[in-house]
């Protein structure tokens, strides 16, 4: 399998989205007919005929029970080729933001048959052998989608609201540090405002801007998001738990968990 072919899988479920060897793949995916029920980022999502949907975090989606005539194509792309392919706008940034709180999103029949052609011209150009300019080819492919569903995401919600540049950039940054999993043992937003060189009061100034949510939001979001996640493997007990997140005990575990997902990590298990 070359490179592009590598970067740049089509499937034809959503059951590879965060499982295997597509685990870190972002999927954009439309839905052709029936439709498909999940969980996401612990809230339950209905994707039916006419969707499109973008999950650049495949680990939080569980549960899934699509109908019977449910059909869908999905094209798998890693992050490294979508930072490639990522077009000059300041738009994902926000639109980043928001997919992570509701990743589906209703196409008019105009946006539907565009979704569609993107699909089919990544598809095409996926197949073609010997194309001297073949990582080009797919490159300007990919962008071509994501900028198509840039704009099915702003339509939807009708951002009247610019961000600047910078502002994108830093929280796109703000991100990639709760990614890489910072939050496991850093939950204070004064750690984060350093790694980026600026002021906390600046940090939840762009959050805010940016995503409607304070920095504080998304820090909590990803920390229980991953607390869950790990609860569900009882091999671990609640003292290595405590230590992998970096509280000073178990006791300290058990508060943060009570605050902020309303029961004991205990509980969680049972």
């Not at 209703?106 to 569609?116: A, G, I, K, Y």
């Not at 996926?126 to 900028?147: E, S, T, W």
């Not at 805010?208 to 869950?228: C, E, H």
Request: proline fraction near 3%; charged fraction near 25%; hydrophobic fraction near 35%.
């Amino acid at each position: 399998m070359d490179s592009e072919r590598a970067n740049i899988i089509i499937g034809q479920s959503l059951d590879g989205i965060g499982r295997g060897e597509l685990a870190g793949y972002l999927a954009h995916a439309y839905c052709h007919a029936g439709n498909c029920t999940f969980t996401y980022n612990r809230k339950e999502f209905t994707m039916a005929t006419g969707d499109c949907m973008i999950t650049r975090r495949g680990d939080l989606v569980s549960d899934m029970r699509p109908s019977g005539d449910f059909r869908v194509e999905v094209v798998y792309v890693t992050p490294e080729f979508i930072q490639l392919s990522v077009p000059q706008s300041n738009y994902g940034a926000k639109g980043g933001v928001r997919l992570f709180e509701d990743p589906i999103m209703h196409l008019t029949p105009e946006q539907q048959s565009l979704c569609v052609l993107d699909i089919e011209s990544i598809k095409r150009r996926l197949a073609l052998k010997g194309h001297l300019f073949h990582r080009d080819a797919m490159i300007n492919a990919v962008q071509c989608m994501i900028i198509d569903f840039y704009d099915f995401h702003a339509q939807i919600f009708q951002e009247e609201e610019k961000i600047t540049s910078q502002y994108a950039l830093i929280m796109d940054d703000f991100i990639a540090l709760l990614e890489r999993g910072d939050f496991r043992q850093n939950r204070e937003i004064g750690y984060y405002a350093d790694k980026l060189c600026i002021t906390t009061k600046y940090l939840s100034e762009v959050s805010k801007k940016v995503s409607g949510f304070p920095a504080n939001y998304w820090i909590v979001r990803y920390t229980t998001l991953d607390i869950l996640r790990q609860l569900r493997d009882k091999r671990k007990s609640l003292k290595e738990l405590s230590d992998y997140y970096g509280f000073p005990s178990p006791s300290y575990f058990n508060r943060y968990v009570q605050k902020y997902i309303g029961a004991a990590p205990g509980e969680l298990r049972e």
